[in-house]
């Protein structure tokens, strides 16, 4: 069974940065894409960052591309996402999601494990 903790998450200044982590257990890591998603109260979660299992290739949601970045360690079983230049947009609890199969990565049906999630919140 697998397992995925997040961390990182805090306050932070309209401009400023942070980096999460995501921690995985109980799978054999580099055989997982793994991705971001967030949800804000009241809205549906929402697509952020994926990565494929090599770390080979990337997709971003057209609102965080270029200003943040998803990297993985399979040594270390974790992914992390940079952020920078936040805005109160991104106001959100962030999860780490895992998938194996090379189905869409958009879609948060389609991911097998999930993480607690780690709150994010951007000031103005």
């Known amino acids: 069974q697998g397992q995925l903790v997040e961390s990182g998450g805090g306050l932070v200044q309209v401009g400023g940065s942070l980096r999460l982590s995501c921690a995985a257990a109980?799978?054999?890591?580099?055989?997982?894409?793994m991705a971001w998603f967030r949800q804000a109260p009241g809205k549906k979660r929402e697509f952020v960052a994926a990565?494929?299992?090599?770390?080979?290739?990337?997709h971003y949601a057209y609102y965080v591309s270029a200003r943040f970045t998803i990297s993985r360690d399979n040594a270390k079983n974790t992914v992390l996402l940079q952020m920078n230049w936040l805005k109160p947009e991104d106001t959100a609890v962030y999860y780490c999601?895992?998938?194996?199969?090379?189905?869409?990565?958009?879609?948060?049906?389609?991911?097998?494990?999930w993480g607690q999630g780690t709150q994010v919140t951007v000031s103005s």
């Open positions: 999601a895992s998938k194996r199969l090379e189905t869409s990565v958009v879609t948060a049906a389609e991911y097998e494990y």
């Open positions: 109980g799978l054999s890591f580099s055989s997982y894409t």
């Open positions: 990565i494929t299992g090599s770390g080979g290739a990337t």
